[in-house]
């Protein structure tokens, strides 16, 4: 799947998979909702409940920035199948100035978004690598 492509398909998707990982290797996948522009992804610690705000994905970041996001689409019709994933290294943003940006551009494809702004931190992710995959 030629690269632009990838980013159009993972844009469009609703919800991916941000994979971080510690700094002696052990894997943490999460499922976010995001915000593409580019090569940048876009996510933030929302208001949703949780049950901590020390965040292993925020932990996995602050001692390894390398990160992946997976976006797929499933059917019974396996025609349909894709999926494509970005490389990158993450940063957190958690400065007013440096979050409102990439808020606005959740609230964006969010309404949820729009009454209740994220409260940070911010992931930025600059992808270095895009694959992807397609039944056809």
């Known amino acids: 799947m030629p690269q632009e492509e990838a980013r159009r398909r ?15 290797g052990r894997p943490h996948v ?3 909702t995001f915000a593409a522009e580019g090569d940048r992804i876009y996510t ?3 208001r949703k409940p949780k049950t901590t705000a020390n965040l292993r994905r925020l932990r996995n970041i602050t001692e390894n920035p390398h990160v992946s996001v997976l976006a797929d689409h499933y059917s019974d019709d396996w025609d349909e199948l894709w999926w494509v994933r970005a490389d990158g290294r993450a940063a957190l943003l958690g400065d007013p100035a440096g979050m409102a ?4 551009l959740l609230a964006a494809r969010y309404p949820q978004y729009r009454d209740s702004r994220p409260g940070g931190p911010v992931i930025a ?5 895009w694959t992807a995959w397609s039944f056809t």
Request: hydrophobic share 65%.
């Open 125 to 129: 992710i600059a992808v270095d690598r």
């Open 101 to 104: 940006a990439p808020l606005a």
């Open 30 to 32: 999460v499922p976010v």
């Open 10 to 24: 993972l844009a469009g998707a609703r919800v991916a998979r941000l994979a971080t990982a510690s700094a002696g």
């Open 44 to 46: 933030a610690v929302d």
